[in-house]
């Protein structure tokens, strides 16, 4: 049996506080309600191929998606081992495509090749400055716009940019994370666990918004969901 597997890559949906969760080659959506208990599972956990036909025999679709992050409107970068592609995922229509790609990350973001995100990103999320993006690779982590494809800021471990993290399950690797629809908020998830955290762009005063938390227990319409063990 393969090893069970939690949230592999989250993608904030352009409809206000709904957020897919990719798991294996497998998604869900929700309607997501920070800080209280009134989500909703939006789809059944479905293949990836079934909700985004475009992506029907890429590697996103057969081995999963590793990350995401949003760019414009419906617009979203994905990831899949060494390959990216550049797609609009035209929420809750069956009508997406892909605008770029695939191709491998080294040739989407020049910036990348021969670092660790070449091989492969574990998790990214928007800054709410400009088009900013940070992106996490095992203890890693750096800064990227979408706009120029390029790396703004030396590549960093996690404690030196969010020192909140530090002493958390957090400060060696994430598995996926996602901008919040509430501004400067964002979710960090890894194995069954995940956390809130308030984000200070370009500084490092980031606090926790909640505890550590069981993922099924802070988003109950996950419960008989994850983990996914096939």
């Not at 800080?35 to 029907?56: C, H, I, K, R």
């Not at 989407?108 to 400055?129: C, H, K, Q, W, Y």
């Not at 494809?149 to 909140?164: C, S």
Request: charged share 20%; net charge negative.
């Amino acid at each position: 049996m393969s090893d069970p597997v939690y949230i592999d890559a989250a993608l904030p949906s352009s409809k206000p506080f709904q957020v897919y969760f990719f798991m294996k080659n497998k998604y869900v959506r929700l309607y997501y309600t920070p800080g209280a208990l009134g989500d909703e599972l939006m789809t059944p956990l479905e293949l990836v191929s079934a909700g985004f036909p475009s992506l029907a025999g890429t590697p996103f679709a057969e081995q999963g998606i590793d990350c995401s992050f949003n760019t414009e409107g419906s617009e979203a970068y994905i990831f899949s081992d060494k390959n990216c592609a550049y797609i609009d995922y035209a929420p809750n229509t069956g009508n997406d495509r892909i605008l770029v790609g695939p191709i491998t990350i080294a040739e989407m973001f020049p910036d990348l090749t021969n670092t660790v995100f070449a091989e492969g990103v574990d998790g990214a999320f928007r800054s709410s400055i400009g088009k900013e993006v940070y992106i996490f690779k095992g203890a890693k982590y750096t800064r990227i716009t979408y706009d120029t494809n390029k790396r703004i800021i030396d590549i960093l471990d996690i404690t030196e940019g969010f020192p909140v993290l530090k002493g958390t399950i957090f400060e060696n690797g994430i598995d996926a994370c996602f901008s919040s629809h509430l501004e400067n908020e964002v979710y960090l998830f890894k194995g069954d666990h995940y956390v809130r955290m308030k984000v200070t762009p370009h500084e490092t005063n980031d606090t926790l918004v909640s505890a550590v938390t069981p993922i099924v227990e802070g988003w109950p319409p996950l419960k008989g969901i994850l983990p996914v063990t096939e």
